[in-house]
């Protein structure tokens, strides 16, 4: 499953919490998004540039490999908070209740080490570069800020996965079968249906912006 799933919200002081950590997490996303747009920009003008003026983006490939990091990575606690990081659920999709949210709890608790581990590797490594200076091979960009952005980006994870650990606690003790704060399991049905609603919308809207005298009498 990769599409993004439901997250229920209530007055609790975890659902306030992931409430605003996820603005956090969203503002990173929309950053990573810039990044993105901004790689394309460069690369339109290095095609054109190059094959108008014979004058390429000088270090483009340099650019390319120091934006990979935030476009990779800052965008790795939203989409977590989402539900929308591709896994296997035809197992977990059959589960119901406290057996549902105990196997979910310990799959957060895995990736919360997992991703402590990789957060301690990716600071050694950004550490390394910034104490040697380290530089890109072509105009000589200095490589620490992408490196940095990796254990950034792991440690927000980190965040991230600690909220949710705390929210399929809260289900597994009480054993409510909505909890708040946790993407929330759903069929193939549901999660078609809602992503055809969605395209219905956005074509409804595209369709009154073109003929916006459709549908008058």
Not at 62 to 78: I, K, N, P, R, T
Request: glycine residues 8%; contains cysteine; aromatic residues 10%.
């Amino acid at each position: 499953m990769s599409a993004s799933a439901t997250v229920l919200v209530d007055q609790s002081v975890l659902s306030r919490a992931d409430q605003l950590y996820y603005r956090l997490e969203s503002l990173l996303s929309l950053l990573g998004g810039c990044v993105i747009l901004m790689l394309v920009f460069m690369a339109v003008a290095n095609i054109l540039g190059r094959w108008f003026f014979d004058l390429p983006v000088s270090g483009y490939i340099d650019w390319v490999e120091q934006g990979m990091a935030f476009m990779a990575f800052l965008g790795l606690s939203y989409t977590q908070r989402d539900g929308g990081h591709i896994r296997m659920d035809i197992l977990i999709g059959q589960l119901k209740g406290r057996w549902l949210w105990a196997v979910e709890l310990f799959t957060v608790l895995v990736m919360l080490v997992l991703s402590v581990l990789l957060m301690y590797g990716s600071y050694k490594h950004f550490n390394r570069a910034f104490v040697n200076g380290d530089t890109s091979f072509d105009i000589g960009l200095v490589t620490w800020p992408s490196k940095l952005v990796v254990p950034i980006a792991l440690g927000l994870l980190c965040l991230r996965l600690i909220l949710q650990a705390w929210g399929y606690s809260r289900a597994l003790i009480s054993g409510s079968p909505n909890p708040v704060a946790v993407p929330l399991v759903e069929s193939a049905a549901v999660v078609a249906a809602r992503e055809a609603a969605t395209v219905a919308t956005a074509s409804f809207d595209i369709d009154e912006n073109t003929n916006p005298e459709q549908g008058k009498d």
